[in-house]
């Protein structure tokens, strides 16, 4: 079992910046590692992932404003998020995928950003 434990989130001003972190407890160098988020009244969405080889896929609106990166050294995965809007507000999540079963993942308990206007 993977435990994942994010932290960084927080309430913030439009156009601020927060990044937010996502520790694994044990290596993730066979995970694939994702940021997920989840609005009141609306379904989870994927934010980005970023696999085994470091190549990042993000949400195609969120391109430009958002960068996940991995440090495998410190088994975290990372969410820079710039230019924040108030609909960016939600729980965020991290997810850890195994690279070749699929089927096998985790999730963290969750890191609420909070964007007022």
């Known amino acids: 079992q993977v435990q994942l434990v994010e932290s960084g989130g927080g309430l913030v001003q439009r156009g601020g910046s927060l990044r937010l972190s996502c520790k694994a407890a044990?290596?993730?160098?066979?995970?694939?590692m994702g940021w997920y988020r989840q609005a009141p009244g609306k379904e989870r969405e994927l934010v980005a992932e970023i696999d085994r080889s470091s190549t990042p896929t993000y949400e195609d609106s969120l391109k430009g404003r958002f960068t996940i990166s991995r440090d495998n050294a410190k088994d975290t995965v990372y969410l820079q998020m710039n230019s924040l809007q108030p609909e960016d507000t939600g729980t965020y999540y991290c997810?850890?995928?195994?690279?070749?079963?699929?089927?096998?993942?985790?999730w963290g308990q969750g890191t609420q950003v909070t964007v007022s206007s």
């Open positions: 044990g290596s993730i160098n066979i995970w694939t």
């Open positions: 997810k850890a995928t195994h690279s070749i079963v699929k089927s096998l993942a985790y």
